[in-house]
């Protein structure tokens, strides 16, 4: 059974900070997505991430992707407060007629001023 | 439309209704997703249905039925639900490859069983 551990589930830091949140999976995988989720909506698209040593950036957001190491880690430069939301990494087995996500229990992270 | 919509968007029923949650797709994609998000859970996937069939199952409820009539519309028919069914619910879809699986999810239905 794949699992995806995400660690720190809380993450408080203070604007203009950096931090590195890191998501773990079990079996091999090279394909793995990023995505945001603010209080009471829905999960959006931030990163795709489909081959090992993959780097991807969005303004302060920087995600990587290590399938050797099965890790990937999203990476938050000069936090500010807009950026508080959980996020959530998710990792994906489809093959054949199996289309299958499977999420990290989420990163709730709050950018304190 | 555009994305992935869901009616209704907060939806309070009793144990004993029977109620139907609406998912429609507007991005052409092939394959469609149920989810469970409980507080303090993590996502749980229920149903996966693909060119409108059903792939997966994941032990969920008989009290939760899905039905999937074509590849742009998904249900999720509800009767004699209990409390600890009250959840987020989150349709989504995607446009599945072989290289690839970015699922895009709709607003959900907040659910509440009294």
């Known amino acids: 059974e794949l699992k995806v551990e995400q660690n720190p589930l809380f993450l408080s830091m203070q604007e203009g900070k950096n931090y590195t949140i890191y998501c773990n999976y079990s079996t091999t995988s090279d394909r793995l997505y990023w995505y945001r989720q603010d209080p009471g909506k829905s999960l959006e698209s931030l990163f795709v991430?489909?081959?090992?040593?993959a780097v991807k950036q969005e303004g302060r957001l920087m995600a990587s992707l290590d399938t050797k190491a099965r890790l990937s880690t999203l990476h938050i430069t000069a936090a500010v407060h807009d950026l508080s939301a959980t996020y959530f990494c998710?990792?994906?087995?489809?093959?054949?007629?199996?289309?299958?996500?499977?999420f990290g229990k989420g990163t709730l992270l709050t950018v304190n001023p | 439309e555009t994305g992935v919509t869901q009616t209704p968007r907060h939806l309070v029923m009793g144990m004993t209704n029977k109620k139907s949650l609406k998912c429609e797709q507007h991005l052409g994609h092939n394959a469609m997703y149920w989810y469970k998000q409980s507080a303090k859970k993590p996502l749980e996937l229920m149903f996966v249905?693909?060119?409108?069939?059903?792939?997966e199952n994941n032990s969920v409820p008989s009290r939760f039925s899905p039905e999937c009539p074509n590849s742009s519309h998904l249900f999720l028919h509800l009767h004699t639900l209990q409390p600890e069914d009250s959840a987020l619910y989150l349709c989504?879809?995607?446009?599945?490859?072989?290289?690839?699986?970015?699922?895009?999810f709709g607003p959900g239905t907040r659910l509440t069983v009294l």
């Open positions: 249905y693909n060119f409108k069939e059903q792939t």
């Open positions: 998710a990792v994906d087995r489809s093959g054949g007629s199996n289309y299958k996500l499977t």
């Open positions: 989504a879809s995607s446009q599945v490859v072989a290289t690839y699986n970015e699922q895009f």
């Open positions: 991430l489909l081959s090992n040593g």
